[in-house]
């Protein structure tokens, strides 16, 4: 398979765009933010707008809640890989951290990262997030509103604590452990 990938200055201005975006904003102003980041509407469904960010169709999405307000933003930045070859996982991990840089020198140190076999790396605002991630068969930068994301993360952990609230409130040096739970050390 011939690996793609969106080229340095690309990753580095989707970054910056997807920053500027001002949160919130509804459904109707999609066609015209699309049209402004070169990307063409492929289709509208309730709650998805599929886009094509220049890596085919369907190579972005936009998410909306049910009243027509857009929680996030995904944008593949490389194409789909053969997780069952060696050569294009290696590629695609490469890619993650080459992108990581991109967007490091471009939006600053990171304000969150996730390890793992599915890494994400956050650069947090005011009213929402960069982040970057990587799936075992592609790589995708997303915006999302901080309200959905720490809502979204919530679920995601399958417990009632909103982390960035919960890591906020320590103090000191504390450590906090919760191997009854399954889930990493908490440290300050």
């Not at 070859?85 to 304000?111: K, S």
């Not at 599915?118 to 997303?142: A, C, E, H, K, Q």
Request: charged share 25%; aromatic share 8%; hydrophobic share 40%.
């Amino acid at each position: 398979m011939a690996e793609r990938m969106w080229d340095d200055r690309a990753i580095a201005e989707l970054g910056v765009r997807l920053r500027d975006l001002r949160w919130p904003w509804s459904a109707s102003e999609v066609p015209a933010v699309a049209r402004a980041l070169g990307w063409t509407v492929d289709s509208a469904s309730e709650g998805i707008i599929e886009l094509d960010t220049g890596l085919g169709p369907s190579s972005g999405s936009v998410e909306l809640d049910w009243e027509g307000t857009v929680n996030t933003v995904r944008v593949l930045v490389t194409s789909f890989i053969d997780s069952d070859e060696a050569a294009e996982r290696a590629w695609l991990r490469d890619a993650f951290v080459h992108a990581t840089g991109l967007l490091t020198a471009t939006l600053g140190d990171p304000t969150h990262r996730i390890p793992g076999s599915s890494p994400d790396v956050r650069w947090r605002g005011p009213d929402s997030t960069i982040g970057l991630t990587s799936t075992s068969v592609r790589l995708m930068i997303f915006s999302a509103g901080n309200d959905y994301l720490d809502e979204d993360d919530l679920q995601g952990q399958g417990i009632g604590v909103k982390w960035s609230a919960f890591a906020e409130s320590l103090e000191g040096n504390e450590t906090v452990h919760f191997p009854l739970l399954g889930l990493p050390n908490v440290e300050d």
